[in-house]
């Protein structure tokens, strides 16, 4: 998993506390039925445990989307045995970490209250932060990530009002739930980023990272509006999913340079399981202790990451 700056976190945290396609988000258990979505917490936590957790999210979103693009490049360059890692350990990432993350902060609710909380994040993309990303980034003259966080903007208002739709098919029981978008995917190969300024470099590591967790969340929306026999919703969230994924977060990531070479991609990811393992992991947990919340989740996933670096760390030295 990779660390990010506090002011990434900061703006995820308001935002939504709201290349080829990668692999499955949500992998279904055998026989085919989606996988149960988290379910409420059973006790409420401490305000800094419920950000710790939102930040968690955030995080492991983020290494589920940057190494499903590193997996792609290591198949590109024929590293099979790298890609499939990067591939596994993305899964790990969402299925296990993320997952368990959502499970404790109650991320998934009722259809409607995931649709409340879509909408909010949706509205804060559309009205604010992608508006204020593209004029940084047209007065620090890169136009072309101007050009994206404007075109992002207008998808995301357009998916705030198929959401305020949906949510009043979901209340009154009238009319029809939108049909889901169609992503536009964007290939994602190896490259140098393609902006200058370095606000607009933090805008776009900002915005990677709520198009992550936005993807992984409504994946979990998804799958709890099957279970409850609302596939008309379900097909919805996994369409604007899927545009988080492959159109916005892509188009961010061959702007932002995220993939390089497979040796650099191996590095960076060592470095972010390291200090998820060493540092981030153990002060969210001593953090928790201190408020009375439990810590296991974060001792846990911390061995986990530590397992990460080392398999990525093995995986370096043979290509030397």
């Given at each position: 998993?990779?660390?990010?700056?506090?002011?990434?976190?900061?703006?995820?945290?308001?935002?939504?506390?709201?290349?080829?396609?990668?692999?499955?988000?949500?992998?279904?258990?055998?026989?085919?039925?989606?996988?149960?979505?988290?379910h409420t917490a059973a006790r409420a936590?401490?305000?800094?445990?419920?950000?710790?957790?939102?930040?968690?999210?955030?995080?492991?979103?983020?290494?589920?989307?940057?190494?499903?693009?590193?997996?792609?490049?290591?198949?590109?360059?024929?590293?099979?045995?790298?890609?499939?890692?990067?591939?596994?350990?993305?899964?790990?990432?969402?299925?296990?970490?993320?997952?368990?993350?959502?499970?404790?902060?109650?991320?998934?609710?009722?259809?409607?209250?995931?649709?409340?909380?879509?909408?909010?994040?949706?509205?804060?993309?559309?009205?604010?932060?992608?508006?204020?990303?593209?004029?940084?980034?047209?007065?620090?003259?890169?136009?072309?990530?101007?050009?994206?966080?404007?075109?992002?903007?207008?998808?995301?208002?357009?998916?705030?009002?198929?959401?305020?739709?949906?949510?009043?098919?979901?209340?009154?029981?009238?009319?029809?739930?939108?049909?889901?978008?169609?992503?536009?995917?964007?290939?994602?190969?190896?490259?140098?980023?393609?902006?200058?300024?370095?606000?607009?470099?933090?805008?776009?590591?900002?915005?990677?990272?709520?198009?992550?967790?936005?993807?992984?969340?409504?994946?979990?929306?998804?799958?709890?509006?099957?279970?409850t026999g609302n596939t008309a919703l379900?097909?919805?969230?996994?369409?604007?999913?899927?545009?988080?994924?492959?159109?916005?977060?892509?188009?961010?990531?061959?702007?932002?340079?995220?993939?390089?070479?497979?040796?650099?991609?191996?590095?960076?990811?060592?470095?972010?399981?390291?200090?998820?393992?060493?540092?981030?992991?153990?002060?969210?947990?001593?953090?928790?202790?201190?408020?009375?919340?439990?810590?296991?989740?974060?001792?846990?996933?911390?061995?986990?990451?530590?397992?990460?670096?080392?398999?990525?760390?093995?995986?370096?030295?043979?290509?030397?």
């Open positions: 998993m990779f660390g990010h700056s506090t002011r990434t976190l900061v703006v995820g945290l308001c935002a939504l506390a709201a290349a080829a396609p990668a692999a499955p988000a949500l992998a279904a258990p055998a026989g085919g039925a989606p996988p149960p979505a988290p936590l401490h305000a800094q445990t419920l950000a710790d957790l939102t930040t968690t999210m955030k995080g492991e979103a983020y290494a589920y989307a940057a190494y499903s693009l590193f997996a792609a490049e290591a198949d590109h360059q024929g590293l099979g045995a790298v890609g499939k890692l990067f591939r596994s350990t993305a899964q790990t990432e969402l299925n296990e970490h993320l997952r368990e993350a959502a499970a404790l902060a109650g991320t998934v609710g009722s259809n409607a209250a995931n649709l409340r909380q879509a909408i909010s994040g949706e509205t804060y993309e559309h009205q604010v932060m992608y508006r204020r990303f593209a004029e940084q980034a047209r007065a620090d003259g890169d136009l072309e990530a101007a050009n994206l966080f404007s075109e992002i903007a207008a998808d995301e208002g357009r998916h705030r009002d198929a959401f305020r739709t949906a949510l009043t098919v979901d209340t009154t029981g009238r009319g029809t739930v939108p049909a889901p978008p169609k992503a536009d995917v964007v290939p994602v190969s190896a490259g140098l980023p393609k902006v200058k300024a370095a606000r607009t470099k933090a805008n776009l590591d900002t915005a990677l990272h709520g198009e992550a967790l936005a993807h992984a969340k409504y994946m979990l929306f998804a799958a709890h509006a099957r279970q379900a097909r919805l969230w996994e369409g604007t999913a899927k545009v988080e994924l492959h159109e916005h977060l892509a188009g961010e990531a061959v702007l932002a340079g995220l993939v390089r070479t497979t040796r650099e991609n191996l590095r960076t990811a060592i470095t972010g399981e390291h200090n998820e393992a060493t540092t981030v992991y153990p002060g969210f947990a001593k953090r928790a202790t201190a408020d009375g919340d439990t810590a296991r989740y974060w001792r846990n996933t911390a061995a986990d990451e530590a397992e990460h670096a080392a398999a990525f760390e093995q995986a370096l030295n043979q290509l030397r």
